[in-house]
Nanobody, 119 residues
Framework: QVQLVESGGGLVQAGGSLRLSCAAS????????MGWYRQAPGKQRELVAM???????NYADSVKGRFTISRDNAKNTVYLQMNSLKPEDTAVYYC?????????????WGQGTQVTVSS
C-alpha cells in the first residue's frame, strides 16, 4: 500500500498564499503521475494540478498563473504553491498518486487538507 500524507492547509485571506505538501510512503513502488485535486462543498472533485505519466504538467484553467506544482523525486513529494488565493479556491485539497507497486498498478488518495480563503 502506498500512503499519501498531506500538509499545509489552513485559513488565509484573499490574495494570500499557502503551500501544500504531499509525501508518498511505502515499499517497492514507483510513481507515474502525482498531483492535486480539490472538492468544494456541493461540488464534484476536480483536478487542480498534476504531473502526468508522460512528463507533462496539467493545470485547471481557474488556477493557471496563480498555482505552481513542483516535486522532489528523491522524497516522493509534490508541492502546490498557491498564490493570489480567492474565496472560490476554498475546498478540501486531495493528493493523488498513480504508479506501480511490486509490479501491480496502484492509485492512492490522501486524507485531504482544508483550504479556506476568506474575503
Amino acid at each position: 500500500q502506498v500512503q499519501l500524507v498531506e500538509s499545509g492547509g489552513g485559513l488565509v485571506q484573499a490574495g494570500g498564499s499557502l503551500r501544500l505538501s504531499c509525501a508518498a510512503s511505502g515499499s517497492m513502488f514507483s510513481i507515474n503521475a502525482m498531483g492535486w485535486y480539490r472538492q468544494a462543498p456541493g461540488k464534484q472533485r476536480e483536478l487542480v494540478a498534476m504531473f502526468t505519466g508522460v512528463g507533462t504538467t496539467n493545470y485547471a484553467d481557474s488556477v493557471k498563473g496563480r498555482f505552481t506544482i513542483s516535486r522532489d523525486n528523491a522524497k516522493n513529494t509534490v508541492y502546490l504553491q498557491m498564490n493570489s488565493l480567492k474565496p472560490e479556491d476554498t475546498a478540501v485539497y486531495y493528493c493523488n498518486a498513480e504508479g506501480y507497486r511490486r509490479g501491480s498498478p496502484f492509485g492512492s488518495w490522501g486524507q485531504g487538507t482544508q483550504v479556506t480563503v476568506s474575503s
